[in-house]
């Protein structure tokens, strides 16, 4: 049984990653477990930025968007000198395991630490596109879905009024998840993501004939992975001659106090990871298949792709 452990975020930060830091805590305090808490992602664990946490220091912050220990991408760990002085750093204190909270690539060093120093690492998925391997959830995905939900059902006001075109582009760089859990959601006629090849042309003629037929607005939602609204939105508007307008969300899709269901999944999942990580398991990621929580290999978590389901891709198109 591990007598030390870290607990550090990693990445873009995403709504609940607060309350997986809070569980991973106070449990490991729950079981006699020192805490260290690592601020800034890697840079912490290279710059020697840690310090102990106590119970009170994971308080009034489980409501919180973001991440109380602060999160960055950082270059220098992506050099084997960089992972040795990290490595370094923690034994120095004592500490004989690490749980990580982060999107792929902060899974993927964790991984590579893992395996180049023995180090003990559990990882939790945290990251609002939904796309970590083996888990149908991912801390912050849900309440990011749900601010480009509250997005959409304004933009539809406006549209309605004008009786315009709106081209919503929403975060999703490799991933559509957001893209299409909100725009089916949000009832958007058109859903573009990067897994789905797409005909401009043609969509622009179904959109002529639908506003022919009486339609008065039509909502489009883009992941940015498949395109830029402001490239596709003025094609829109020369190719159907219809009053089309542009929104980027933008990083007001990672903010926001998160909801129940990322606040309480993510505490499971942190309770998860500070017991197993505290039994001296590693080299697993937590995460959810089928409402209940399991546990996926660290190697295949990092090194296979997530797919998008075709029934969602399939329900978007019969519900447009």
């Given at each position: 049984m591990l007598k030390s452990i870290a607990v550090m975020t990693s990445g873009g930060d995403s709504p609940g990653m607060n309350a997986a830091v809070r569980a991973v805590t106070r449990?490991?305090?729950?079981?006699?477990?020192?805490?260290?808490?690592?601020?800034?992602?890697?840079?912490?664990?290279?710059?020697?930025?840690?310090?102990?946490?106590?119970?009170?220091?994971?308080?009034?912050?489980?409501?919180?968007?973001?991440t109380f220990l602060g999160t960055a991408?950082?270059?220098?760990?992506?050099?084997?000198e960089g992972r040795m002085l990290g490595y370094k750093n923690l034994v120095d204190r004592g500490i004989q395991g690490l749980v990580v909270v982060g999107g792929d690539g902060s899974l993927r060093g964790a991984s590579t630490l893992s395996q180049e120093t023995g180090l003990p690492i559990?990882?939790?998925?945290?990251?609002?596109?939904?796309?970590?391997?083996?888990?149908?959830?991912t801390i912050g995905c849900d309440t990011a879905a749900?601010?480009?939900?509250?997005?959409?059902?304004?933009?539809?006001d406006t549209a309605s009024a004008h009786r315009r075109?709106?081209?919503?582009?929403?975060?999703?760089?490799?991933?559509?998840?957001?893209?299409?859990?909100a725009g089916i959601s949000g009832g958007a006629e058109?859903?573009?993501?990067?897994?789905?090849?797409?005909?401009?042309?043609?969509?622009?003629?179904?959109m002529k004939a639908e506003y022919e037929k009486g339609k008065r607005y039509i909502l489009m939602v883009v992941a940015e992975g498949a395109g830029k609204a402001s490239d596709i939105g003025p094609i829109i508007a020369e190719k159907t001659g219809i009053d089309t307008r542009i929104s980027k969300l933008g990083h007001i899709q990672r903010?926001?106090?998160?909801?129940?269901?990322?606040?309480?999944?993510?505490?499971?999942?942190?309770e998860h990871a500070a017991l197993a990580i505290i039994s001296g398991l590693s080299d697993i990621v937590f995460g959810f298949n089928r409402g209940h929580v399991v546990s996926i290999n660290l190697h295949d978590a990092v090194n296979n792709k997530k797919t998008l389901d075709p029934q969602l891709m399939r329900l978007a198109k019969v519900l447009a």
């Open positions: 449990t490991a305090l729950h079981q006699g477990v020192k805490v260290w808490g690592i601020r800034g992602g890697y840079h912490g664990m290279l710059d020697e930025d840690m310090f102990e946490m106590q119970s009170k220091d994971v308080g009034d912050i489980i409501q919180r968007g973001g991408r950082c270059r220098r760990f992506t050099t084997p559990v990882g939790l998925p945290g990251t609002i596109d939904n796309d970590v391997w083996g888990s149908e959830y749900n601010t480009i939900i509250d997005a959409m059902n304004k933009l539809r075109i709106i081209v919503l582009e929403v975060m999703g760089r490799n991933s559509g998840w957001l893209a299409m859990v058109y859903i573009l993501v990067p897994e789905e090849p797409f005909d401009l042309e043609e969509i622009c003629e179904n903010g926001g106090s998160p909801s129940v269901i990322d606040r309480v999944n993510a505490s499971r999942l942190g």
